[in-house]
Each structure stands twice: as C-alpha cells, then as structure tokens.
C-alpha cells in the first residue's frame, strides 16, 4: 500500500513456494515451558533483498530461537488468503505475520492473534497513527513494524509553491495546460488504491466511512459529499485526466516520472524512481503534504504490523522477535536498506537518513495526521463497498449525493455481516 504497498502499500511479493522448504515451523522444533524456540516470519516478497540479512542479525544474537523467513505472494489478497487459511486450521505454522495494517482488526476479533505489551511495541517513541493501526478495541495485537502515507509529487520547476488547498491546486492546473500535461494524477481505478485516495478527500473534508470502533456508519454526511464531489469535479474539469480511472500505483507514478503530470498524489517510494537518472522530472520535482479544503488535507495511514499468531507454539520468542524488529538497529536497516519508512518519530529528523531520504521530514508531517482507513473485522466487504460507490460517482455515472447513499447502504450491510 499507492501501492500496497498498494499506496496499501508496499512492494511485497511472489511467491515462494517456500513452505516446502521450512526447516522450522512454529508448531515443531520442542516447545518449552515458557515458550521460547524457532519461529517462522511469513511475509510477502522482500523486493529488496534486504530481509534476510536483517533476520540474519537475529539468529546470531539468538542461536536457539532462530527464525526462519517465509515469503509469500506478490499479491496481498493473497497473502491474506495464506495468512486466513492457516489461522483458521489453528496450525501456527506461521508465528510471526506480516500484516496489513487494515488486517490487523480482522484478525484480532476472530481470536487468531496474541495481544501485545503496549509499553514494549508501543510506546511514546513510535507514531501514534501506527499505534493506532494495531490497536482494537483497546489492546495492541500488532507491533507497528513500517509505515507510510502518501506525499504530493510536484514540478518544482513549475510551480515553485506547492499548493496546500484544493483550490490553490485546481489554479496551478492551468500552468499544466499551458505544458500540455495532466494536472492531477492518483490512483482512481477500482481497487484498494481508490479506498485510500477516496478516504484521503473525504476525511481532509472532515467526513468519515465508519465511526473510530466501526460499529456505525458515518458516510452520509455534508463533509463526505463534500470530498467525493472535490474528485468528481476534478475529473469533469479535466485537471484528473480520464485515464486515471485506470491508474494504480505504477501507472501513476509513471505519468509523473516521465513528464506527462505535474501533481503525483503516491507513496514515497515514487522518490526514487524521480530521482534516477533517466527520470524526466529528476531535479526538477519536490514533495509536499496533500493539500486539502483550507489547508493540508489528511492522508490515509499504510503499512505493517507484525502480529503473531495465537498458535504460535514459541509465542514468547515471537513476541521478542517483534519487538526486536521495532528496535532502532532494525528500524534503521529498514529506512537505509530498504528504503521503507519506520514507525520511530526519531528517526525522521535523522541527519544520516535524512540525507540518504530528504523526503522523510515532510513524510514525517503527514503521518503525524494521517488517519487508518476503517476498522473493521470486515474491511474487505467495507472497501470494496467502497471503490464500487466511488468509482460510478467518479465516472459520472451517479449523482454524488445518489452514491453517498448507495455506499451507506452497502456500509450498513458490510459491517452488519461482520
């Protein structure tokens, strides 16, 4: 996740049909008293290569706990799918999961994962929106591991202030039709992408899709109007080009980094691909929040938890192990190595990091008012309610005020079969 890493984000990927490989899964290997043994981290595909040598840090420091990587599919419906199959047969055969954040209220009211010390994965040092994201109904059932919000993208040979409303930006659009380029590009096609660019409009309006516990709807509202209508009116204008309606995260981004958009609403690894050489926006870009009604908008809140399993048959080690994964040694390979975001507040300001990342600062700012999406045990029925509503509204094949009350309807009736 932007790219689930999906602006859900985040790069993970194909499988590994790597199961047939563990040498130590988490319901073997001699459980002892206190819990303590080999555990397995089942996650989606690490793109960077990077994982190994983090884990490989672990396993030396812990010789008779050592912890054995399982990557899963590129796909994060799959790897949901994985992760929901093995906790419903009660295996533990993962211990430690790599969860989306919008997963982790799922998994934690069907009982398939262990509570969390919050003084030991969530103290005053991590974001409290990633906190949050790992938290249902009051206790922890996730360590934030990394996290993300999306960055506005803009031409800063072009626009040398990047605007901070909604009305600064539809004026800078006319500097992109004088070039001869979209303004505004997202992702809007109908998939998770637009759950999260559709929350990001109708929160910055002040809306909301469910109520913070997710047992009642709130989507029928001025404020959420208000934010659907800003994209509709977009798209009718033509400052959102008619293409994005089949933009993803890569589409999008490629619009920007080959000088065809002016604005890039993505995640922050859209960074380094404008800063290669080769980009045609390279030097010539900046980052700023999204710009919202009055000022600032809100952005929605991606990233992992780390959750472990309620079978785990080692679950003290596990626990260890995520919390060693938030530690600052580990949170500073993923920033550098990875090139991921961490859920430490301290390193956004990092003089080490920031030079290898200029974009965390900013980052660093909008995550301090990013929102999670929904929570929900049934955050898939509520999100595909979601990009479905939107989508017509967004094609103009509904009225704003007839798909705010369509997609009440489907909210009412998503959460009801929770």
């Not at 533990?92 to 954040?101: F, H, L, N, P, Q």
């Not at 103290?123 to 360590?143: E, H, N």
């Not at 010539?284 to 785990?312: E, H, M, R």
Request: glycine share 8%; charged share 15%.
């Amino acid at each position: 996740m932007r790219r689930r890493l999906t602006r859900l984000g985040m790069g993970l990927a194909a499988v590994a049909a790597a199961a047939t490989t563990l040498t130590a899964c988490g319901t073997g290997g001699g459980t002892t008293g206190n819990g303590t043994g080999p555990i397995t981290f089942a996650s989606g595909k690490d793109l960077t290569g990077a994982m190994p040598q983090l884990l490989a840090e672990w396993n030396k420091l812990h010789p008779d706990q050592k912890v054995t990587f399982i990557e899963l599919s590129a796909s994060p419906d799959d790897q949901r799918n994985s992760f929901v199959q093995d906790l419903q047969a009660r295996s533990g055969k993962y211990d430690v999961m790599w969860d989306d954040v919008v997963w982790t209220s799922e998994f934690a009211a069907h009982g398939w994962l262990e509570p969390l010390d919050k003084a030991q994965v969530g103290g005053p040092g991590v974001l409290p929106a990633a906190v949050d994201t790992a938290t249902y109904q009051g206790k922890m059932y996730g360590a934030p591991f990394m996290t993300n919000s999306a960055l506005l993208y803009y031409r800063s040979d072009l626009v040398p202030k990047p605007p901070t409303t909604w009305a600064e930006l539809q004026s800078d659009c006319a500097i992109a039709k004088a070039h001869d380029m979209a303004c505004y590009v997202g992702q809007f096609a109908q998939y998770e992408g637009l759950t999260v660019n559709a929350a990001e409009a109708i929160t910055s309006a002040g809306g909301s899709f469910l109520s913070p516990d997710g047992s009642k709807v709130t989507v029928d509202s001025p404020q959420a109007r208000a934010g659907l209508q800003h994209l509709v009116d977009m798209f009718r204008s033509g400052n959102i080009p008619a293409a994005a309606l089949t933009y993803q995260e890569q589409e999008s981004a490629n619009a920007f980094v080959s000088g065809k958009a002016m604005f890039l609403a993505n995640w922050p690894y859209v960074y380094t691909a404008a800063s290669a050489a080769g980009s045609a926006v390279q030097g010539k870009f900046g980052v700023a929040q999204l710009p919202g009604p009055s000022g600032p908008g809100v952005a929605s809140l991606g990233g992992i938890d780390l959750g472990v399993s309620a079978f785990s048959q080692h679950k003290q080690t596990a626990k260890d192990f995520v919390a060693w994964m938030q530690s600052e040694s580990s949170q500073r390979v993923l920033v550098k190595v990875m090139n991921q975001a961490s859920v430490l507040t301290k390193l956004y300001t990092d003089p080490d990091l920031t030079k290898a990342s200029p974009y965390l600062p900013t980052l660093q700012k909008a995550e301090l008012t990013a929102v999670p999406r929904p929570k929900t045990p049934n955050y898939n029925a509520v999100s595909l309610a979601i990009q479905k509503n939107v989508y017509a509204a967004l094609q103009g094949k509904v009225s704003v005020d007839a798909a705010v009350k369509q997609l009440a309807a489907d909210l009412q009736q998503a959460i009801s079969a929770a």
